[in-house]
């Protein structure tokens, strides 16, 4: 079955950086589009950044030229670089695979990973 494991959350103080990864299994990583999203209290879960199959990516303007994300397909692992982290990107972030099958797409979520931006 699908299954997307999250790590590398953590506490940073602000300017710092951190790095997300997502470990998928269960499907054709290498065609899937990928996407991390992130949710913080009170708040929507908000779209951050989508990689696709060939490698373009896409990101919400608040994390434009400090986030990156990057796959890597022999790993089936997608990864999630922060830079110049703020306090506002304080969230639980979650990894998702867009999964098509028969025609029809399924959208799979990993279990989250809380990300806090704090002196």
């Known amino acids: 079955q699908v299954q997307l494991v999250e790590s590398g959350g953590g506490l940073v103080q602000p300017g710092g950086s951190l790095r997300l990864s997502c470990a998928a299994s269960?499907?054709?990583?290498?065609?899937?589009?990928m996407r991390w999203y992130r949710q913080a209290p009170g708040k929507e879960r908000e779209l951050v950044a989508t990689i696709t199959s060939g490698h373009v990516t896409n990101y919400v303007d608040s994390v434009k030229g400090r986030f990156t994300i990057f796959r890597d397909n022999a790993k089936s692992t997608v990864y999630l670089q922060m830079n110049s982290l703020k306090p506002e990107d304080t969230a639980v972030y979650y990894c998702?695979?867009?999964?098509?099958?028969?025609?029809?797409?399924?959208?799979?979520w990993g279990q989250g990973t809380q990300v806090t931006v704090s002196s």
């Open positions: 269960g499907f054709t990583f290498s065609i899937t589009v």
């Open positions: 998702n695979a867009a999964v098509v099958r028969l025609g029809a797409i399924d959208n799979y």
